[in-house]
């Protein structure tokens, strides 16, 4: 509740906004995040046609790098027109292609069908981010938190969940199936998406906002001439290649090199998730009390751990370790990617800035996946794999240690 000009109290929708963002958030990872799920049945119908998970994969890699593409575009949508149609229409996307990719029966029509889900994946992660960060500046960082935890949420809930489906009526049913739950899900969701009205009712935000012009912010242009962008560009680049890879092949790799079964496999995936969970509360806690840049590199040192613990992982007791490490620490980057970028760019332009910073980093989370599941296919280990990661997400905290908010010349 919040209390305007003529001392009336009225609930303040940005809350709304946080929980509509939420389900976005959700159902667009969990799906993002089923596609090693799925990889495994696709794999074992389609093998004998000459498939392999490096061309299965390779779906995964011109999907994700079309939803960075698409992500700038939804951005730009969402800072002009809002969004209410754009996430509608792009929902819809996303439930037409995994409807679509219940019939398939050839290589084309998979990547086909794989681009039309990444192009309605635009919608994943900045627009609901651009949006709830408008809507708050004194909890945003709580704010952003509770929109991350979609991720985690969906992380835990949909692995076993679609396992089930794929064991009880087969992968195609399950796309089927997982295909109208999306429908369902983004579609209302976009039905409670509401622009911050930052300019005709600012008393509504006084509360949630106080402490920020909302009327400054760079141009993209304009923070793309700065260091600090492409600092922080590069950063979440190299995070983002460790943390796609692992989300998209720790479910074979659970499978083919440590040999559970596959609703073990997809339980450490869960694992991986309901940690997140602890470390997106912590850390939109933290980050509003001890500031952003600081939660940000302890994450990435975290993370970092967690790959060089993998490498030598051997067992499973090992791999739920790993898990528990690594789902706090990417859970706790996530709602930090675009605080740090409102807090360095400010909001005016946010969509757009977050939708050009982050195609490097789906770029290159694009290329995590594709990496692992062709260096596995070569040398029938994911030792290197997993040790590239490792390495960059290395690089990434030592590109994040100078990185700050710019200053006007």
């Known amino acids: 509740m919040v209390e305007n000009e003529d001392n009336e109290l009225r609930f303040f929708y940005g809350w709304i906004v946080v929980v509509a963002s939420f389900l976005v958030t959700f159902?667009?990872?969990?799906?993002?995040?089923?596609?090693?799920?799925?990889?495994?049945?696709?794999?074992?119908?389609f093998e004998k046609f000459g498939w392999t998970g490096t061309l299965i994969f390779g779906a995964s890699l011109f999907s994700t790098i079309v939803g960075g593409l698409s992500g700038i575009l939804m951005g730009r949508l969402i800072d002009r027109y809002g969004p209410k149609i754009t996430v509608g229409v792009s929902g819809f996307l996303v439930g037409l292609g995994m409807v679509l990719c219940s019939q398939i029966n050839a290589l084309w029509q998979f990547y086909i069908f794989s681009l039309l889900i990444g192009v309605g994946m635009g919608v994943a992660f900045t627009p609901p981010m651009a949006v709830t960060s408008k809507w708050f500046v004194k909890r945003r960082g709580l704010a952003l938190g509770i929109v991350a935890l979609g991720i985690g949420i969906g992380t835990i809930v949909m692995p076993p969940v679609i396992t089930y489906f794929i064991s009880a009526y087969g992968w195609r049913s399950a796309y089927l199936i997982v295909g109208f739950i999306a429908w369902m899900i983004l579609i209302s969701a976009a039905f409670m998406l509401r622009s911050s009205p930052i300019k005709n009712d600012a008393s509504s935000h006084n509360k949630n906002r106080k402490g920020e012009n909302l009327n400054e912010g760079w141009d993209v242009l304009e923070a793309a001439k700065t260091r600090s962008f492409w600092l922080v560009l590069f950063s979440n680049s190299l995070w983002n290649l460790c943390l796609q890879m692992i989300m998209l092949q720790i479910v074979p790799y659970a499978e083919k090199g440590i040999g559970t079964s596959r609703m073990v496999a997809a339980g450490v995936l869960s694992l991986i998730g309901a940690s997140s969970i602890f470390g997106r509360i912590a850390v939109g806690f933290a980050s509003d009390r001890i500031g952003t840049k600081r939660?940000?590199?302890?994450?990435?040192?975290?993370q970092a751990v967690a790959m060089f613990w993998l490498t030598e992982t051997?067992?499973?007791?090992?791999?739920?370790?790993?898990?528990?490490?690594?789902?706090?620490?990417?859970?706790?980057?996530v709602p930090l990617i675009p605080?740090?970028?409102?807090?360095?760019?400010?909001?005016?332009?946010?969509?757009?800035?977050?939708?050009?910073?982050?195609?490097?980093?789906?770029?290159s989370g694009a290329l995590g996946p594709f990496l692992g599941a062709y260096i596995f296919d070569l040398t029938n280990s994911y030792y290197l794999a997993f040790l590239l990661g490792a390495v960059a997400t290395v690089m990434a905290t030592i590109l994040a240690i100078p990185a700050k908010k710019p200053e006007r010349g």
């Open 339 to 363: 605080a740090i970028d409102a807090e360095f760019f400010g909001t005016r332009n946010l969509g757009a800035i977050m939708g050009l910073i982050l195609l490097g980093s789906t770029i």
């Open 314 to 333: 051997k067992n499973i007791w090992m791999l739920y370790v790993f898990a528990s490490l690594f789902g706090f620490s990417y859970g706790g980057i």
């Open 27 to 45: 159902i667009c990872f969990s799906i993002r995040y089923s596609f090693g799920i799925f990889s495994v049945s696709l794999l074992e119908e």
């Open 295 to 302: 939660v940000w590199l302890f994450c990435l040192v975290c």
